[in-house]
């Protein structure tokens, strides 16, 4: 069984908000950090392992990981059915435990 990749709302918007900022300047940039972000998570649906353990996650047990791509930090949590996102924020921004 293959997993499915589950958006939280939070995320949907932060994605949604930054692209459109990147679109005022360089609509093609908006593009590829999107096109990146989605590539990035379409390999954590086949391999969720891939990247490395949040390091911001207290009581992290390896089910919590993050990438970063294009300036941008994602946090996922998998199980055997499903990959979902968790936060997306600019690695620019302070980070925050959860």
Same mark, same amino acid.
């Not at 391999?47 to 949040?54: A, E, H």
């Not at 946090?75 to 921004?93: C, D, G, M, P, W």
């Given at each position: 069984?293959?997993?499915?990749?589950?958006?939280?709302?939070?995320?949907?918007?932060?994605? #949604?908000?930054?692209?459109?900022?990147?679109?005022?300047? #360089? *609509? &093609?940039? @908006? =593009?590829?950090?999107?096109?990146? &972000?989605? #590539?990035?998570? !379409? +390999?954590?649906? !086949?391999?969720?392992?891939?990247?490395?353990k !949040?390091? *911001?996650?207290?009581?992290? #047990? $390896?089910? *919590?990981? @993050?990438? =970063?791509?294009? $300036?941008?930090?994602? @946090?996922?949590?998998?199980?055997? @059915?499903?990959?979902? &996102?968790?936060?997306?924020?600019?690695?620019? +921004? =302070?980070p925050?435990?959860?």
């Amino acid at each position: 069984m293959a997993r499915k990749l589950v958006w939280n709302k939070r995320p949907t918007t932060f994605l #949604s908000a930054a692209l459109k900022h990147i679109s005022l300047e #360089s *609509f &093609i940039n @908006a =593009e590829k950090v999107e096109a990146s &972000i989605l #590539s990035h998570l !379409d +390999q954590c649906i !086949d391999n969720p392992q891939r990247f490395p353990k !949040d390091k *911001f996650k207290n009581n992290n #047990s $390896g089910e *919590f990981r @993050a990438f =970063e791509t294009h $300036g941008f930090r994602v @946090a996922y949590k998998f199980t055997n @059915a499903e990959v979902r &996102i968790l936060r997306i924020r600019s690695v620019k +921004q =302070e980070p925050k435990e959860y």
